[in-house]
């Protein structure tokens, strides 16, 4: 199968591999769709910490399910995305349920090869269902699952004000989410073109330009 690797800073190339064989407890997906995220864009860059080349890019993920096994409620050819943090399961945070502070935590495409394949294999326990969204709205699902995280934590009330400091895309399905849970955002970048777009778009309550306007 082809991939894409990003065999140094400043050098992507493609080469071709081996499509991956069906593990236990594992699910193959072919890839249809994959955003390009910051932590791509450093690593190509070689501005990204904990990294190390050559390494296949790529964790914002939408495709089709091919084979696996041990996924209960899952058909072969639905559309799916998946969790890309592989968690141990074993460790202290892990078995306290918090996989996101595993301490062998491997991101896929930063610590381990990602999704610039054809072909990917994962653990069938961090399968998403596509609950109806498309591959291009699949792709998403990952950066806007931190947007809504965040939110989530901060057990906003209707009708408080919440400021969102950026305006990209993190910042974006923060205030999204934010405004879902009746929050008033305000939001705050140096950017006006981000600010024009907070306002047009996403019709926040304010836009404020950190560099020009008197706060």
């Known amino acids: 199968m082809k991939t894409l690797v990003c065999i140094r800073p400043g050098l992507l190339e493609y080469n071709s591999s081996e499509r991956p064989q069906l593990k236990k407890n594992h699910a193959i997906i072919k890839i249809k769709r994959i955003g390009i995220c910051g932590t791509d864009l450093h690593a190509f860059e070689g501005t990204q910490p904990f990294f190390n080349y ?21 058909e072969k050819g639905e559309s799916v995305s998946f969790i890309p943090y592989y968690n141990c399961g074993h460790c202290i945070a892990c078995r306290n349920g918090r996989t996101n502070c595993c301490v062998q935590m491997q991101v896929c495409g930063v610590h381990v090869d990602g999704g610039m394949v054809e072909y990917l294999s994962v653990p069938s326990s961090l399968l998403l269902h596509s609950e109806g969204l498309s591959f291009d709205e699949l792709a998403l699902v990952e950066p806007l699952a931190i947007g809504a995280h965040g939110v989530r934590r901060a057990a906003i009330v209707p009708g408080e004000f919440v400021l969102v ?11 999204e989410f934010a405004q879902i849970a ?3 955002v305000i939001a705050l970048d140096i950017n006006k073109e981000r600010l024009r777009f907070c306002k ?16």
Do not use: C, Q
Request: glycine content about 18%.
């Open 54 to 74: 050559p390494r296949i890019l790529g964790h914002e993920l939408a495709g089709e399910l091919v084979e696996f096994d041990n996924a209960p409620g899952f």
């Open 165 to 175: 400091m950026g305006a990209g895309p993190i910042g974006l399905g923060v205030m």
């Open 182 to 184: 009746g929050g008033k």
């Open 200 to 215: 047009n778009k996403l019709h926040v309550a304010h836009a404020i330009n950190a560099s020009t306007d008197d706060i």
